[in-house]
């Protein structure tokens, strides 16, 4: 069994291998296919741009294709990076570069100002099928300073105050038991079945 993943992001592409793995499915992913243009992420909502993404892989590839849209939100910044995630400090999506601006902007305010959630979009798409779209979250904080090397993105930032480390403190497999990525996929999993007869 074969998964195909519109993505280009190596961090997310390791997530979901650590997620469908153990179910018994080879990840494909965009970095397998170089010869496939990114798509332009143009839309305001995650679900505006993981459709995009799904869509037009499936339209590309003529088979059933999945694309996460992903980011974080922080609730003293209104919500942002939220879909500007990936570029938040500029063109060059640099996870370093967006952790400082996050730190920076939001200074010395203490919690609960620095409460934070990670929010992912999933999309299956098909060429002759409506596509199926699902959501997952998980809530936490943004520490003062970065701390641990697994994961990506902001993971070094996001503290989980219950379990007293940062995403990027846990392992690969401990992250996805309780990522956003992962709560999406268990909403993906309680519909795929029904739709795939379709
Ligand atoms: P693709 O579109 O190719 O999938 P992307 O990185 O551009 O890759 P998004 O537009 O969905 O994907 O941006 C998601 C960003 O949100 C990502 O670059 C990280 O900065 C952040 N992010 C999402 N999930 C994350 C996670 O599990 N841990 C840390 N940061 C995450
Ligand atoms: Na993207």
């Known amino acids: 069994k074969k998964i195909v993943i519109a993505t280009k992001n190596p961090g997310k592409a390791k997530d979901f291998a650590v997620l469908f793995e153990p179910k018994g499915y080879e990840v494909v992913t965009l970095l397998d296919y170089p010869e496939i243009e990114d798509v332009e992420e143009t839309g305001y909502t995650f679900e505006a741009n993981a459709r995009k993404k799904a869509e037009t ?28 995630s990936a570029r938040f400090a500029g063109g060059t999506k640099s996870d370093a570069a967006n952790n400082a601006k996050v730190l920076a902007m939001l200074g010395s305010q203490k919690n609960p ?11 299956l798409a098909h060429p002759d099928r409506e596509s ?24 070094p930032l996001f503290y989980l105050p219950h379990l007293g480390k940062t995403m990027a403190e846990l392992s690969d497999v401990e992250k996805n038991q ?21």
């Open 57 to 84: 892989i499936a339209g590309l590839l003529g088979m059933t294709v999945l694309a996460d849209d992903s980011g974080i939100c922080i609730d003293a910044l209104d919500g942002q990076p939220g879909v500007f």
């Open 113 to 123: 100002s620095r409460k934070a959630h990670f929010h992912c979009t999933l999309v």
């Open 132 to 155: 199926l779209v699902v959501e997952g979250d998980i809530a936490g904080e943004i520490a003062e300073f970065p701390s641990g090397d697994n994961g990506f993105g902001y993971d």
């Open 178 to 198: 309780i990522s956003h990525r992962a709560n999406a996929l268990k909403n993906l999993e309680k519909s795929w079945a029904a739709w795939l007869e379709k």
